[in-house]
């Protein structure tokens, strides 16, 4: 049974930067993608980063491309995502999400219903 525990939310101050992990667990398949999603109250579920885990291709939307990276580390089954300049409207419950799909080395997926699973979240707060 697959399983994503992600970690490493916190309140911050505007311009202030957070690292978030996701530790995935029961999760065999190296041909696949991941990503990290954001929910605040009231709004869909965003996508903020993907990665394919083979080709390394990586996406973003505009609202933090050059702000947020994401990563990850196979050794350690970890995904990352790096936020920097971190501003109020990015204020939310932040998902890991993984999907074993193998859809090609380059493929990558900000739609929340490209995946088959999904981590309890992590809160991040961005005070101004």
């Known amino acids: 049974q697959v399983q994503l525990v992600e970690s490493g939310g916190d309140s911050v101050q505007a311009g202030g930067s957070l690292r978030l992990s996701c530790v995935a667990s029961?999760?065999?398949?190296?041909?696949?993608?991941m990503g990290w999603f954001r929910q605040a109250p009231g709004k869909e579920r965003e996508g903020v980063a993907s990665?394919?885990?083979?080709?390394?291709?990586?996406a973003y939307p505009d609202s933090v491309k050059g702000r947020f990276t994401i990563s990850q580390d196979n050794a350690k089954n970890t995904l990352y995502l790096q936020m920097n300049s971190l501003k109020p409207e990015d204020t939310a419950m932040y998902y890991c999400?993984?999907?074993?799909?193998?859809?090609?080395?380059?493929?990558?997926?900000?739609?929340?219903?490209?995946?088959?699973?999904w981590g309890q979240g992590t809160q991040v707060t961005v005070s101004s």
């Open positions: 990665i394919n885990s083979v080709g390394g291709n990586t």
């Open positions: 999400a993984a999907d074993s799909r193998n859809l090609g080395s380059a493929f990558t997926s900000l739609s929340s219903r490209r995946y088959d699973y």
């Open positions: 029961g999760y065999t398949s190296k041909n696949n993608y």
